[in-house]
């Protein structure tokens, strides 16, 4: 809030600093008689010049203070304490200073712990002065910034190029951000992995048949082994997403492409691609409720029809099948791609040779197109493996290596949730496992995403 | 020596097919059989895929439409200033409504019960709330006696939504046979009425399904959005200015753009799990805030709607450009007074359509903490919220059976929500697409 407050400051400045700019343009045009070319800029750009000036430093300041304002804050809170009365660091320290906090915004009426009270107003004088510091730090660069640009301000002076400029680099700070995002995700995963993988061996992990993340509490307690062997992990994730759920979703997907391009009128085909669409649309939390709540209980009773007693309730079926909807518009869509690619003449030619639409669909487009549908079905199967809600609430908890669908798994991804949901303390292998295999599912998609689209995009060169 | 070819032997004679012969017959119609089957096949697969969504729609609708409703039971209150607790002196003072807010309602409710005769324990816990709202709203019925609409308990607000099958026995059937004869004798005496439910559209959550509400979580949804918008729509669209348009063929613009087209394919966990490292561990930002909700969901749609701005800039003909660099525009005036104009209505389709997945998404914010319990709205940007998505999550993992018709409507909203924003989307690409 009272970042936003500053914010909101600087930024009217800067306007004004604008609008001074924008006037002394204006009045070196009106010195000019107005003649086009006497002045390099039009006076918006001397406005805007002016405004950058006095807004870059401003902001950069205040921007630092919000990342490290509360830091220091609490280094110069903590240490108004003696040591001997100084809450350990980490959690002690947290909660202390969360009390305080909320004394001094006023969202907490009383304090459990009685160091709260005595440094509450310590807390409220350093965060003072802080912003008071950091706010005059923020408006004097504001007005050099702004008066220097100002007083560069002539009417030969270049300022719409160096505000075009500033425009490129804030366009390619934009686009670094994707990097920064991608490197972001790869380096806190792969920290926090070799954090895992110093506790658990590589090996063990990767080849490993139990699963079993509860690490003991007592020494004697029975069934909390700690073993991360992640294979019936990946089991459960391939059976689930890129077996049961392409079963699924190639056979539908492929076929609602075929009848949507080859046979389907316009007007109908107007009305079923919302459909498929729609499908799309839903959100996967909403499939899981309805995978957990309608169809896990209706594949269990099939199950103990069949005369399987043991039936799990959260059956790895249930998941699949839901998931494999799921996925049904996006192959459809794959491969309605591919099927556009397959040159006209191809399909033109059969035809003419007496082959009935079907004939030419499956014996000649669908061989042509082959490249390009698989492609889609790798993209679907990497999607299928990274779907979480759905698995999350359908599929199990239970760790078991079996090929019968009708019983439980569980996939990289509800691990995932499992481990780091609830209460959790952040350095032990069971909430570190988490970051390791969400290393092996960003790299397993990684490399199904990158293959699946060189082969796409081969398959397009192919035609063209 | 060139030698003259000899002429070709004659082709062989052949027979025309003759097709009126039954085994050419038979032929053509298994031919034109495999044709009627394949083509049925396709429709047969358009109409599972249909009938499901058909299906899924139809359960939630029937299951939720209710969740709009509550059940409510009439009881005459007699507001006593004695029972209350309050001086009616002092209630006619300056700090009336003060110490009207903090009287004694459980008790008034208490003594109320009474008669209900045996189906005393059928009121809500928050059925105070009531009679406080009530009293606070006209405190000149201190004193008097009154009539009012109470919310009950949800196991009896579910048997008389029918939610029960009062034939099963009774321990599988998931109700007591005392809450059935406290709603029988309730529905006997015409005490109960159905009524619209407001709680659940402006409340926050609760542990007991009658008094739970989406408000809190949309409005935990709203401010994550806004810090989503605020972040990715800007980043976005610029970076696809950048790549589009000023670009260097190189290294730097093949990176960023193999970056791009991988995170669009990333799964959203593992972005929660960015999240956690990144800004919670790390940064040390507040857990469950909608403001690391918002980064977190901003970074994952951000792939989204550069491709779209990307698609859009693309379509808009380069003839557009000549003419304005023609006239003396810069490369920025070309991209800003013309290029992005024309180029709105897809960047703002694929914005909506990525805010719309932004809405829709759970697993993220499952791992920064947005699965907290409030009960309360939420405050600001920092304060723990939830949002839609993550309330259907939560009440879906509830044991108690009124959750299942509140999970139902909270779907309910939020696929509304959704296909509004759709149609919205597709709607302005209808509209304002150009085709050049």
Redesign the interface.
Same mark, same amino acid.
């Given at each position: 809030?009272r970042l936003l407050i500053a914010f909101a400051l600087v930024l009217g400045l800067a306007g004004l600093a604008y609008l001074a700019g924008r006037a002394r343009g204006n009045r070196m045009v009106t010195a000019a008689g107005g003649r086009i070319g006497v002045v390099h800029s039009r006076p918006v750009y001397h406005g805007a010049y002016v405004a950058v000036l006095a807004l870059a430093p401003a902001l950069i300041v205040l921007a630092g203070w919000g990342?490290v304002g509360? =830091?220091l804050i609490e280094g110069q809170v903590l240490g108004s304490l003696s040591a001997a009365e100084r809450p350990a660091p980490g959690n002690d320290s947290e909660a202390l200073m969360n009390e305080v906090r909320g004394l001094v915004n006023g969202d907490l009426p009383q304090a459990f712990n009685p160091l709260a009270p005595r440094l509450a107003p310590v807390y409220a004088a350093a965060r003072s002065n802080g912003d008071m510091l950091a706010g005059a730090m923020a408006v004097a660069l504001l007005a050099m910034g702004g008066l220097w640009g100002w007083s560069r301000l002539r009417p030969d002076f270049r300022a719409?190029?160096r505000v075009?400029t500033q425009?490129?680099a +804030? +366009?390619?700070i #934009?686009? %670094?951000?994707?990097?920064l995002?991608?490197f972001?995700?790869v380096l806190?995963?792969i920290?926090?992995s070799i954090r895992f993988f110093q506790l658990v061996s590589p090996v063990e992990f990767l080849t490993g048949l139990a699963w079993s993340p509860q690490t003991a509490i007592r020494a004697d307690q029975v069934g909390s082994t700690g073993a991360f062997g992640a294979v019936p992990l990946f089991w459960g994730t391939i059976f689930i997403g890129a077996i049961i759920a392409m079963a699924v979703a190639i056979?539908? =997907?492929?076929?609602?492409a075929?009848?949507?391009t080859?046979?389907a009128d316009p007007r109908l085909r107007k009305w079923?691609k919302? %459909?498929?669409?729609?499908?799309a649309?839903?959100?996967?939390?909403?499939? =899981?409720?309805?995978a957990?709540?309608?169809i896990a209980p209706l594949v269990r009773s099939f199950a103990v029809s069949l005369g399987m007693t043991d039936a799990s309730s959260d059956s790895a079926l249930a998941a699949g099948l839901v998931m494999g909807?799921m996925i049904?518009p996006f192959v459809s869509s794959m491969a309605d791609d591919a099927l556009a690619a397959v040159p006209r003449a191809m399909r033109d030619g059969s035809l003419a040779m007496g082959a009935?639409?079907?004939?030419t669909?499956?014996k000649v487009m669908v061989p042509a197109a082959l490249p390009g549908i698989m492609g889609g079905v790798l993209?679907a199967v990497?999607?299928a493996? =990274?779907?979480?809600?759905i698995v999350?609430?359908a599929a199990g908890l239970a760790a078991n290596l079996t090929a019968n669908p009708f019983s439980s798994v569980t996939t990289v991804?509800t691990q %995932?949730?499992a481990l780091?949901?609830g209460d959790q303390e952040?350095d032990s292998a069971k909430t570190l496992s #988490?970051?390791a295999l969400?290393l092996v599912?960003?790299v397993m998609? +990684?490399i199904l995403? %990158?293959y699946a689209?060189a082969v796409v995009k081969r398959y397009r060169e192919a035609y063209e | 020596m060139a030698t003259i070819a000899a002429p070709a032997a004659p082709i062989a004679e052949r027979q025309p097919t003759d097709w009126a012969t039954p085994a050419m017959r038979s032929r053509i119609a298994a031919?034109?059989r @495999?044709?009627r089957n394949?083509?049925r096949? &396709?429709? !047969? @697969?358009?109409v599972?895929? @249909?009938s499901?969504?058909a299906f899924?729609l139809f *359960?939630?609708v029937r299951d939720g439409w209710t969740g709009f409703q509550r059940t409510e039971t009439r009881i005459d209150v007699q507001f006593d200033a004695a029972t209350l607790g309050v001086d009616p002196a002092a209630v006619a003072g300056p700090q009336g409504q003060a110490l009207l807010a903090r009287a004694d309602y459980q008790a008034l409710l208490l003594k109320a019960a009474e008669q209900l005769g045996p189906a005393d324990d059928t009121l809500s816990d928050a059925a105070w709330m009531e009679l406080r709202e009530a009293l606070m709203e006209d405190p000149a019925l201190l004193g008097k006696r009154a009539s009012l609409w109470v919310p009950v308990r949800s196991s009896i607000d579910l048997l008389a939504k029918g939610k029960y099958d009062l034939a099963a026995p009774a321990e599988s059937r998931g109700v007591t046979d005392r809450e059935v004869s406290d709603w029988r004798w309730l529905d006997g005496k015409g005490r109960l009425r159905t009524g619209f439910n407001t709680t659940f559209l402006f409340g926050a959550d609760s542990t007991e399904p009658e008094l739970a509400g989406i408000g809190g979580a949309a409005l935990g949804s709203l401010l994550t959005l806004i810090v989503t918008i605020a972040i990715a729509f800007?980043?976005g669209v610029?970076?696809a200015?950048?790549?589009e348009e000023? !670009?260097p063929k190189g290294r730097l613009a093949d990176?960023?753009e193999l970056?791009?087209?991988?995170?669009a394919?990333?799964?959203?966990?593992?972005?929660g799990?960015?999240g956690? @490292?990144?800004f919670l561990?790390?940064?040390?930002m507040p857990r469950s805030a909608p403001l690391v909700g918002g980064i977190t969901l901003a970074?994952m749609i951000?792939?989204v709607i550069?491709i779209a701005s990307r698609v859009a800039i693309k379509s808009v003909p380069p003839s557009i450009r000549d003419a304005a660099l023609g006239i003396g525009a810069?490369?920025?005036q070309v991209v800003f007074h013309h290029v992005l104009p024309l180029a709105l209505p897809g960047i703002m389709t694929g914005t909506i359509i990525g805010i719309?997945r932004a809405?829709?998404? *759970?697993?993220p914010l499952?791992?920064i903490g947005m699965?907290a319990f409030v009960t309360d709205v939420p405050q &600001?940007f920092t304060s723990p919220a939830t949002v839609l998505?993550?309330q259907?999550?939560l009440w879906?993992d509830d044991v108690q059976r009124g959750f299942?018709e509140k *999970?139902?409507a909270a779907?309910m909203v939020?696929?509304l929500v959704?296909?509004a924003m759709?149609s919205l989307a597709?709607y302005l690409r209808n509209r304002f697409e150009r085709r050049w």
């Amino acid at each position: 809030m009272r970042l936003l407050i500053a914010f909101a400051l600087v930024l009217g400045l800067a306007g004004l600093a604008y609008l001074a700019g924008r006037a002394r343009g204006n009045r070196m045009v009106t010195a000019a008689g107005g003649r086009i070319g006497v002045v390099h800029s039009r006076p918006v750009y001397h406005g805007a010049y002016v405004a950058v000036l006095a807004l870059a430093p401003a902001l950069i300041v205040l921007a630092g203070w919000g990342i490290v304002g509360e =830091g220091l804050i609490e280094g110069q809170v903590l240490g108004s304490l003696s040591a001997a009365e100084r809450p350990a660091p980490g959690n002690d320290s947290e909660a202390l200073m969360n009390e305080v906090r909320g004394l001094v915004n006023g969202d907490l009426p009383q304090a459990f712990n009685p160091l709260a009270p005595r440094l509450a107003p310590v807390y409220a004088a350093a965060r003072s002065n802080g912003d008071m510091l950091a706010g005059a730090m923020a408006v004097a660069l504001l007005a050099m910034g702004g008066l220097w640009g100002w007083s560069r301000l002539r009417p030969d002076f270049r300022a719409r190029n160096r505000v075009e400029t500033q425009v490129r680099a +804030l +366009l390619l700070i #934009a686009s %670094i951000v994707a990097i920064l995002t991608t490197f972001g995700i790869v380096l806190s995963l792969i920290f926090e992995s070799i954090r895992f993988f110093q506790l658990v061996s590589p090996v063990e992990f990767l080849t490993g048949l139990a699963w079993s993340p509860q690490t003991a509490i007592r020494a004697d307690q029975v069934g909390s082994t700690g073993a991360f062997g992640a294979v019936p992990l990946f089991w459960g994730t391939i059976f689930i997403g890129a077996i049961i759920a392409m079963a699924v979703a190639i056979p539908l =997907g492929l076929m609602s492409a075929i009848y949507l391009t080859q046979y389907a009128d316009p007007r109908l085909r107007k009305w079923l691609k919302p %459909i498929l669409e729609l499908l799309a649309g839903v959100p996967t939390v909403v499939y =899981g409720f309805f995978a957990a709540l309608t169809i896990a209980p209706l594949v269990r009773s099939f199950a103990v029809s069949l005369g399987m007693t043991d039936a799990s309730s959260d059956s790895a079926l249930a998941a699949g099948l839901v998931m494999g909807v799921m996925i049904i518009p996006f192959v459809s869509s794959m491969a309605d791609d591919a099927l556009a690619a397959v040159p006209r003449a191809m399909r033109d030619g059969s035809l003419a040779m007496g082959a009935t639409p079907s004939e030419t669909v499956k014996k000649v487009m669908v061989p042509a197109a082959l490249p390009g549908i698989m492609g889609g079905v790798l993209l679907a199967v990497s999607r299928a493996i =990274g779907e979480t809600m759905i698995v999350v609430m359908a599929a199990g908890l239970a760790a078991n290596l079996t090929a019968n669908p009708f019983s439980s798994v569980t996939t990289v991804t509800t691990q %995932i949730v499992a481990l780091l949901t609830g209460d959790q303390e952040f350095d032990s292998a069971k909430t570190l496992s #988490a970051f390791a295999l969400g290393l092996v599912l960003f790299v397993m998609t +990684l490399i199904l995403n %990158i293959y699946a689209l060189a082969v796409v995009k081969r398959y397009r060169e192919a035609y063209e | 020596m060139a030698t003259i070819a000899a002429p070709a032997a004659p082709i062989a004679e052949r027979q025309p097919t003759d097709w009126a012969t039954p085994a050419m017959r038979s032929r053509i119609a298994a031919r034109y059989r @495999a044709e009627r089957n394949f083509r049925r096949l &396709g429709a !047969a @697969a358009l109409v599972i895929a @249909a009938s499901f969504l058909a299906f899924l729609l139809f *359960t939630i609708v029937r299951d939720g439409w209710t969740g709009f409703q509550r059940t409510e039971t009439r009881i005459d209150v007699q507001f006593d200033a004695a029972t209350l607790g309050v001086d009616p002196a002092a209630v006619a003072g300056p700090q009336g409504q003060a110490l009207l807010a903090r009287a004694d309602y459980q008790a008034l409710l208490l003594k109320a019960a009474e008669q209900l005769g045996p189906a005393d324990d059928t009121l809500s816990d928050a059925a105070w709330m009531e009679l406080r709202e009530a009293l606070m709203e006209d405190p000149a019925l201190l004193g008097k006696r009154a009539s009012l609409w109470v919310p009950v308990r949800s196991s009896i607000d579910l048997l008389a939504k029918g939610k029960y099958d009062l034939a099963a026995p009774a321990e599988s059937r998931g109700v007591t046979d005392r809450e059935v004869s406290d709603w029988r004798w309730l529905d006997g005496k015409g005490r109960l009425r159905t009524g619209f439910n407001t709680t659940f559209l402006f409340g926050a959550d609760s542990t007991e399904p009658e008094l739970a509400g989406i408000g809190g979580a949309a409005l935990g949804s709203l401010l994550t959005l806004i810090v989503t918008i605020a972040i990715a729509f800007p980043l976005g669209v610029f970076s696809a200015v950048w790549l589009e348009e000023f !670009a260097p063929k190189g290294r730097l613009a093949d990176i960023i753009e193999l970056s791009i087209n991988n995170l669009a394919a990333v799964p959203s966990i593992i972005f929660g799990l960015l999240g956690l @490292a990144f800004f919670l561990n790390f940064a040390g930002m507040p857990r469950s805030a909608p403001l690391v909700g918002g980064i977190t969901l901003a970074l994952m749609i951000m792939p989204v709607i550069v491709i779209a701005s990307r698609v859009a800039i693309k379509s808009v003909p380069p003839s557009i450009r000549d003419a304005a660099l023609g006239i003396g525009a810069s490369p920025i005036q070309v991209v800003f007074h013309h290029v992005l104009p024309l180029a709105l209505p897809g960047i703002m389709t694929g914005t909506i359509i990525g805010i719309a997945r932004a809405l829709g998404e *759970t697993a993220p914010l499952l791992l920064i903490g947005m699965r907290a319990f409030v009960t309360d709205v939420p405050q &600001g940007f920092t304060s723990p919220a939830t949002v839609l998505p993550m309330q259907v999550f939560l009440w879906s993992d509830d044991v108690q059976r009124g959750f299942v018709e509140k *999970t139902s409507a909270a779907i309910m909203v939020l696929m509304l929500v959704l296909i509004a924003m759709n149609s919205l989307a597709i709607y302005l690409r209808n509209r304002f697409e150009r085709r050049w």
